[in-house]
């Protein structure tokens, strides 16, 4: 379910909508450093509750799109990389945008009426990846059909590093991760109600069918123990981007 082996073809084949956000991710990163008019862009997409209440709407989802450092982009394409693709494929492409961007925006609202005018300026998609938590937490109370008990126990583990993060890093908005994840979880009884679990889906093998692998457990036989061992030492290199980025 977050063990990911395919090639960047199969993946951007699989995945359209996660590879078109980090592509977002990417190339507003460099026309914020690197282009000219990054300044602008910045400062006309960054959140800033002033701004959203002198009616600069806009600024409660351009956030989503935007990051301050290497390490913050890294770590927010890197997560949304793992943990996406099984809820894009389970979903389907729109559910998955709408919820992704549903979450952001809840994210933003949260952040303007509870951190007030004063709030500093904020950006990131963490509030919108934590929204797809949301749902995985949905899954794991409400839906057990859809994760199996070693994909709820590692969904239980990241969750509980992310709030941990959450709360002891200083300039990390609170309000942003804990209400991307309540809008995410509220959504996730009318998004999952037609879904099926990741693992009833393979990709064909010309790459543009969508099937049910009836050779899915033995080939999870033979990647099982690798698949784990990269998974956790990719989840640890996330968590140290993420603490550095925070730091630098």
Same mark, same amino acid.
């Given at each position: 379910?977050?063990?990911?082996?395919?090639?960047?073809?199969?993946?951007?084949?699989?995945?359209? =909508?996660?590879?078109?956000?980090?592509?977002?991710? =990417?190339?507003?990163?460099?026309?914020?450093?690197?282009?000219?008019?990054?300044?602008?862009?910045?400062?006309?997409?960054?959140?800033?509750?002033?701004?959203?209440?002198?009616?600069?709407?806009?600024?409660?989802?351009?956030?989503?799109?935007?990051?301050?450092?290497?390490?913050?982009?890294?770590?927010?394409?890197? @997560?949304?990389?793992?943990?996406?693709? @099984?809820?894009?494929?389970?979903?389907?492409?729109?559910?998955?945008?709408?919820?992704?961007?549903?979450?952001?925006?809840?994210?933003?609202?949260?952040?303007?009426?509870?951190?007030?005018?004063?709030?500093?300026?904020?950006?990131?998609?963490?509030?919108?990846?934590?929204?797809?938590?949301?749902?995985?937490?949905?899954?794991?109370?409400?839906?057990?059909?859809?994760?199996?008990?070693?994909?709820?126990?590692?969904?239980?583990?990241?969750?509980? =590093?992310?709030?941990?993060?959450?709360?002891?890093?200083?300039?990390?908005?609170?309000?942003?991760?804990?209400?991307?994840?309540?809008?995410?979880?509220?959504?996730?009884?009318?998004?999952?109600?037609?879904?099926?679990?990741?693992? @009833?889906?393979?990709?064909? @093998?010309?790459?543009?069918?969508?099937?049910?692998?009836?050779?899915?457990?033995?080939?999870?036989?033979?990647?099982?123990?690798?698949?784990?061992?990269?998974?956790?030492?990719?989840?640890?290199?996330?968590?140290?981007?993420? =603490?550095?980025?925070?730091?630098?």
């Amino acid at each position: 379910m977050f063990i990911r082996n395919e090639s960047f073809y199969t993946f951007r084949r699989s995945y359209p =909508i996660i590879t078109a956000l980090v592509f977002i991710h =990417i190339a507003l990163f460099v026309w914020i450093h690197l282009l000219p008019g990054g300044a602008w862009v910045y400062a006309t997409g960054v959140g800033f509750n002033l701004a959203v209440s002198q009616g600069e709407y806009w600024r409660l989802i351009t956030p989503v799109f935007l990051h301050v450092s290497i390490g913050h982009l890294v770590f927010n394409s890197f @997560a949304l990389v793992i943990f996406g693709p @099984a809820l894009e494929r389970m979903l389907g492409k729109g559910k998955f945008l709408f919820v992704y961007l549903l979450s952001g925006f809840i994210a933003n609202v949260a952040t303007y009426y509870l951190g007030g005018l004063a709030y500093p300026y904020h950006l990131g998609a963490s509030g919108a990846i934590f929204g797809l938590f949301g749902i995985f937490v949905y899954m794991v109370i409400y839906r057990k059909d859809l994760i199996d008990p070693a994909n709820t126990q590692l969904v239980i583990t990241i969750i509980i =590093i992310g709030l941990v993060m959450t709360f002891l890093s200083s300039n990390i908005n609170v309000f942003a991760h804990l209400f991307g994840m309540i809008g995410g979880a509220a959504l996730a009884p009318i998004v999952l109600a037609k879904a099926r679990p990741f693992y @009833a889906f393979a990709v064909a @093998a010309d790459d543009r069918q969508v099937r049910f692998d009836p050779n899915r457990w033995k080939k999870r036989r033979f990647t099982k123990g690798i698949g784990k061992k990269i998974l956790w030492v990719g989840l640890g290199l996330l968590i140290a981007i993420g =603490i550095l980025s925070r730091l630098f």
